[in-house]
T-cell receptor, first 114, second 113 residues
Framework: DTEVTQTPKHLVMGMTNKKSLKCEQHMGHRAMYWYKQKAKKPPELMFV???????INESVPSRFSPECPNSSLLNLHLHALQPEDSALYLC?????????????FGPGTRLTVL | GENVEQHPSTLSVQEGDSAVIKCTYS??????FPWYKQELGKRPQLIIDIRSNVGEKKDQRIAVTLNKTAKHFSLHITETQPEDSAVYFCAASRRNTGNQFYFGTGTSLTVIP
């Protein structure tokens, strides 16, 4: 399996809801990433997990909470989001977290916050 | 930290012509430079990459060149086709930064049939 998968594809939520985004890879990669992407802008890094430990948190608001249950799975828990959080949320994985490894992206979850 | 600039932001070419997108970076320690293509509503997909020990790399109609002295790298697409229309992002990274990619701002390429 050479793909990163993400569920759901689309998510609409109100500002008081709690929801989770899921990401999975079976390539044996040991680094996984969450990115936020607005239309026609580059992906913005949110979190990096390396060997199941959070290694980078790019000053993301606490209403986003990442979780890495095992080396193949990555979750992003969402709570009390704002309309400006509406975006495409991309997961990526790479062989390791030491630098200069190719990152492979999932198809993304299109999030709309009402 | 690293700063990657990408030009042009939009590019229109006639089918069959060549397209060139340029990126400059600021951190001389950066040593890995991938290029991603993102079609509308789809994931970014790696199309080619280059490491700092190589000056040029080619894959069919796509090539990337790297000038370490000037700290710039370029994507060259020859014989463009309508399916090449997409947003292209360059990126730079180096060791010991948690594999953090620094992305350029993107180039929206339109190939006119």
């Amino acid at each position: 399996d050479t793909e990163v998968t993400q569920t759901p594809k689309h998510l609409v939520m109100g500002m008081t809801n709690k929801k989770s985004l899921k990401c999975e890879q079976h390539m044996g990669h040991r680094a996984m990433y969450w990115y936020k992407q607005k239309a026609k802008k580059p992906p913005e890094l949110m979190f990096v997990y390396s060997y199941e430990k959070l290694s980078i948190n790019e000053s993301v608001p606490s209403r986003f909470s990442p979780e890495c249950p095992n080396s193949s799975l990555l979750n992003l828990h969402l709570h009390a989001l704002q309309p400006e959080d509406s975006a495409l949320y991309l997961c990526a994985s790479s062989h390791g977290g030491g630098g200069t490894d190719t990152q492979y992206f999932g198809p993304g979850t299109r999030l709309t916050v009402l | 930290g690293e700063n990657v600039e990408q030009h042009p932001s939009t590019l229109s070419v006639q089918e069959g012509d060549s397209a060139v997108i340029k990126c400059t970076y600021s951190d001389s320690a950066s040593n890995y430079f991938p290029w991603y293509k993102q079609e509308l509503g789809k994931r970014p997909q790696l199309i080619i990459d280059i490491r700092s020990n190589v000056g040029e790399k080619k894959d069919q109609r796509i090539a990337v060149t790297l000038n370490k002295t000037a700290k710039h790298f370029s994507l060259h697409i020859t014989e463009t086709q309508p399916e090449d229309s997409a947003v292209y992002f360059c990126a730079a990274s180096r060791r010991n930064t948690g594999n953090q990619f620094y992305f350029g701002t993107g180039t929206s390429l339109t190939v006119i049939p």
